[in-house]
């Protein structure tokens, strides 16, 4: 098990400074009122991991207003290993994020995942399944991401190659058919493994969903049914990688005239989509209900955090920004177990400090007041 033992933040958002300092494996829960700051302090913690954090933002746009300083997130990470300082934060010169561990500034932030894993569910996500397909498909890829860390480089050179190819087509009359063939090539390849990871990573979630999910946690939690759709994710079901590679690149071939009308390619990995049943009732999660679907998002999550652990040994961190507040008695309670029985370092914010009555004697609470601490105490410590 890896937890954050100290975290410090730096001209991040709405912080100027704040330390949250003593921390153990317990959860930590931050209370107070709307706009206090408490997901802030969640995407900072979420920064500490490869990728772009909870908000998936642009770097500049974590910069608190009017600083005069780059933002940085810094933390003391303890593990089996002992304790490990790590911290990231914007580059003033190159405004690109830059990546520090033990001292070191580190070649890749993806060595960021070599000391935490995160999962995290935001309100944001409460949509995820009456959204579109690039809406799923991001949420898919960073499930994956978290588990192969260059699948994001993977998805980068695509989507690049994808965006000159479009332009090529559309601003040049005869184009260079050495390079629209170079770029083709470069999303057939790229193209195709990402299909294949989404397709592998979808399977070992599924048996995860399955696993230990106990009959309370299934009336409570409902389990899921996964798949992938798209052209490259049922080729791939079909007939082996590299004849799949080949297909696709013929029909980026035969799709370059409406392709420079329409921008982009007519298939391709930007395509697929995650599609989610709610298994029992065998009904489109689309079609569930609000609360329903707040359940199967929650299930997902959950069953992600079990497959972190059965493969790498050790739970995530889990940020869980205001859920409590939508969620009926029996499900706070019963997640709120599952969440101490997981064993990791579980971040929780809400408004009501009651909603966590359940944690009480062991989390560790922080009121937020005003973009600082206000004060750290139990809620029963009166």
Not at 1 to 18: G, N, P, T, V, W
Not at 180 to 196: D, F, N, P, W
Not at 236 to 259: G, I
Not at 262 to 282: P, Q, R
Request: aromatic share 6%.
């Amino acid at each position: 098990m890896s937890y954050i033992s100290r975290l410090r933040l730096h001209e991040f958002r709405c912080y100027e400074q704040l330390t949250l300092s003593d921390l153990s494996g317990a959860p930590v829960i931050l209370h107070g009122a709307n706009g206090a700051g408490k997901t802030n302090i969640l995407e900072a913690v979420s920064m500490l991991v490869p990728g772009r954090g909870l908000r998936g933002v642009k770097i500049g746009d974590m910069q608190r207003i009017d600083s005069q300083s780059p933002w940085a997130v810094a933390a003391s990470v303890y593990s089996e290993g002992g304790e490990s300082q790590i911290g990231t934060g914007a580059d003033q010169n190159t405004e690109k994020r830059l990546v520090r561990i033990n001292g070191e500034t580190a070649r890749s932030q993806t060595m960021l995942a070599d000391y935490l894993s995160c999962v995290w569910l935001t309100p944001q996500m409460d949509r995820l399944f009456l959204e579109g397909a690039s809406v799923r498909r991001r949420f898919l890829d960073r499930l994956v991401f978290s588990f192969d860390p260059s699948h994001s480089g993977r998805v980068t050179r695509y989507d690049n190659a994808m965006r000159q190819r479009a332009r090529l087509l559309q601003e040049t009359r005869h184009p260079d058919p050495l390079w629209l063939k170079g770029l083709e090539q470069k999303m057939a390849e790229t193209g195709i493994a990402i299909s294949a990871a989404r397709l592998d990573f979808v399977n070992r979630l599924q048996q995860a969903a399955a696993t230990g999910h106990s009959g309370e946690e299934r009336s409570l939690f409902p389990q899921v049914r996964l798949q992938v759709t798209g052209t490259l994710e049922s080729l791939l079901m079909k007939a082996p990688a590299l004849e799949v590679e080949d297909m696709f690149l013929y029909q980026l071939e035969q799709s370059r005239e409406k392709d420079s009308m329409t921008g982009g390619a007519v298939t391709g990995a930007h395509k697929s989509d995650l599609y989610v049943m709610y298994d029992e009732k065998n009904m489109p999660a689309d079609q569930c209900s609000t609360g329903e679907q707040k359940a199967l998002l929650i299930g997902i999550i959950l069953a992600h955090g079990r497959l972190i652990r059965a493969e790498r040994g050790a739970p995530p961190l889990l940020l869980l920004d205001e859920v409590a507040a939508h969620l009926d008695d029996r499900r706070r309670h019963f997640l709120h177990g599952v969440l101490a029985d997981n064993g990791g370092q579980v971040w929780l914010t809400g408004t009501d400090i009651t909603l966590f009555d359940d944690l009480k004697q062991t989390g560790q609470f922080f009121h937020i007041h005003q973009a600082a601490l206000a004060g750290q105490a139990r809620p029963d410590a009166a």
